[in-house]
């Protein structure tokens, strides 16, 4: 142990503790930039600069180690003055919009300069003008916000493994930018959304969709259906000052009702047809002969990452479509005859943990009914804007439940935005139809946690059946060299683009650097859809009366003719471009 003191008072930490993390523990908070904790520790904005007693100069507290004896100041004049000047350099250099930028409010450069009483900008020149990137369907990059943080660059790298976004340039053409400047749409993207995430400010976000979603709501034409996924009710409350993990859905089915829309379904049924539908593929896969290991199709971002990156491997993927896309093509289907309503009138939103999502939408091969499947998408932020731009007092709304008759769910349509969800809800379903027999333990721990990669071997029905969960495209990428090599023998493979899945996913709100070093978000909102789970009467997909329905009167077998016309998809190998290339 490191003893030493900061501002006067002692500290006792382990060694190879930072200074930051020193201060921490005694409730001393030291202003960070471009710290992201296990991601970004590189000490470039040096906006945590320290006095340490007998050293000249500045210390840089996030990477700085404790040393024993150590004398600390975070707060002398000299310190001020210091981070001052960084904060104005960056804010002489940025687009200070803020009136009418989408992180107004929750910006964390915004925040410093409140702190730090900026009233004017001492240092005045030339800015750098860049245009701003909006033609990917999902994400808009406007650089003229970006500080150079580098957050997005070691997310998209360390965390994701994929390198779309790098610095470029030096001095005062300094950049992040992609392979030869070109859009995110063009270049090795997937869309995960997990640069928004990091990003402190407004230079990353998605793109809005919430205009075409007003337009609809307007149009006394249209029929407008919104479907939520299961992450959204474990999340939206954050952004009414909620507690993390708080489940919302009641609050949000009624300010949905409040907004306009003429219904309001589960995206957790559409989740048990997809595990029906899957489920089906894996026993007719495991039992005759087909192309194993079968690996989950149902995040998008996991599956331009694979058209992009192994090709090869695309027999492999399920070819179920993700959730809101088979409820979609259901809701133009057999919705729009039971109510007798044009198809073509029926406007379907998805409202999603990802941005991902807003890309899968535009794909070929979703239209199941003929019409698109879903008409847009919008994530947990762009919800969370409808309702304040609605003036809608979430917090004090009553619950209310999802509409009929496609509103009832079961826990495994919940546990389906946590990493090992879908591999769990599926293992419920393939080993009932396995073995004829009823389940004794529903929870399948081996694939729960945080983990990024959890190998199981099961048994089910005598045969071995082993199976892996990876969540993170790194930890995915790790799996895919593994089957690729012949390395490993799995039979079914689940991967969530989104370290943790869905719950953190690119569309959830967004959570400062200070609060994801300190508060263990994924496990807050996993746990919230667990406890959905867990307090359901249903927890079996196969189970839920509305699937039992709809298959004998509508869809006849699973994975049969009509079932794979409006419920599966195809896929197709897509050019990369990587920076170095
Ligand atoms: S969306 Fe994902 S893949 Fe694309 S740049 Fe951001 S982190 Fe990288
Ligand atoms: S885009 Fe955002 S996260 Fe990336 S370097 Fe710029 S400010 Fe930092
Ligand atoms: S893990 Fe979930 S949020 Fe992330 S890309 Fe996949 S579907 Fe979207």
Redesign the pocket.
């Known amino acids: 142990m490191i003893n030493l003191t900061i501002n006067g008072k002692s500290v006792q930490v382990e060694e190879g503790t930072t200074i930051l993390e020193a201060a921490k523990k005694v409730n001393i908070d030291i202003p960070t930039l471009c710290f992201l904790k296990d991601i970004n520790e590189v000490g470039d904005c040096r906006m945590c600069v320290v006095e340490v007693e007998g050293r000249r100069g500045f210390a840089t507290a996030c990477i700085q180690k404790v040393e024993e004896g150590m004398v600390v100041k975070t707060n002398t004049p000299a310190v001020t003055e210091a981070r001052r000047v960084v904060l104005d350099l960056i804010l002489s250099n940025h687009d200070r919009e803020c009136l009418t930028c989408t992180r107004n409010g929750t910006c964390e450069l915004q925040k410093l300069a409140q702190e730090f009483y900026i009233d004017d900008i001492r240092y005045k020149g030339d800015r750098n003008v860049h245009e701003i990137d909006d033609l990917s369907p999902a994400i808009v990059r406007d650089f003229n916000k970006c500080i150079l943080c580098r957050r997005c660059v070691a997310t998209c790298k360390k965390v994701q493994g994929i390198g779309a976004i790098d610095s470029t340039g030096r001095g005062f053409t300094s950049a992040v930018s992609t392979y030869k400047n070109k859009s995110l749409n063009d270049v090795n993207c997937t869309f ?2 997990q640069c928004i995430e990091a990003c402190p400010v407004g230079a990353l976000k998605e793109k809005d969709s919430t205009g075409e979603v007003w337009r609809a709501l307007r149009d006394e034409d249209k029929y407008v259906v919104v479907q939520t996924a299961p ?1 959204v009710r474990v999340a939206l409350g954050e952004e009414f000052g909620m507690e993390i993990g708080t489940n919302v859905a009641g609050k949000m089915v009624t300010a949905l009702k409040e907004l306009g829309f003429d219904k309001v379904f589960d995206t957790n049924t559409g989740a048990d047809f997809t595990i029906m539908e899957e489920g089906t593929e894996f026993i007719e896969r495991f039992t005759k002969g087909g192309t194993l290991p079968m690996i989950t199709s ?5 599956v331009r990452y694979i058209e992009m990156n192994y090709p090869e491997l695309i027999p492999n993927l399920s070819t179920c479509k ?1 959730p809101h896309q088979m409820f979609g093509a259901l809701i133009k289907s057999y919705y729009a005859e039971k109510i007798n309503v044009d198809p073509s009138k029926i406007f379907v939103v998805s409202v ?3 941005v ?2 807003k890309f899968e939408r535009t794909r070929d091969n979703m239209s199941g009914a003929g019409y698109k499947d879903v008409d847009a998408v919008i994530t947990t932020r762009e919800l969370a804007r409808m309702i304040k731009q609605a003036h809608i007092d979430f917090v004090g709304l009553d619950d209310s439940g999802f509409d009929d008759p496609m509103g009832e769910a079961t826990g495994a349509g919940a546990i389906f935005g946590t990493t090992g969800g879908v591999m769990e809800a599926a293992l419920r379903t393939v080993q009932e139809k396995l073995t004829g027999k009823e389940a004794e333990k529903l929870e399948y721990e081996p694939v729960r946690g945080a983990e990024g990669i959890k190998r199981a071997t099961l048994n089910i029905n005598g045969k071995e059946v082993k199976v892996v969960v990876a ?1 993170g495209l790194k930890n995915a990428q790790i799996i895919m060299e593994e089957i690729k090599s012949g390395k490993a023998d799995y039979q079914f493979v689940e991967i ?3 370290p943790g ?2 719950v953190m ?3 959830q709100p967004i959570r400062t650097s200070k609060e994801r070093a300190s508060i263990d978000i994924r496990s807050k909102r996993a746990n919230a859809l667990y406890t959905i789970d867990e307090k359901s009467v249903l927890r079996k997909s196969h189970e839920n009366p509305v699937l039992k329905k709809i298959y004998k009167e509508y869809l006849g077998e699973a994975g049969g003719h009509k079932a794979h016309e409006l419920l599966h998809t195809s896929y197709v190998a897509r050019e990369k471009y990587k920076l170095e290339e």
């Open positions: 995960c959304g992450a149902c995040s998008p971002g996991w993700s999603m943990p990802c991902a999502k969540s969530m683009a989104c899945g869905c996913g690119g569309g």
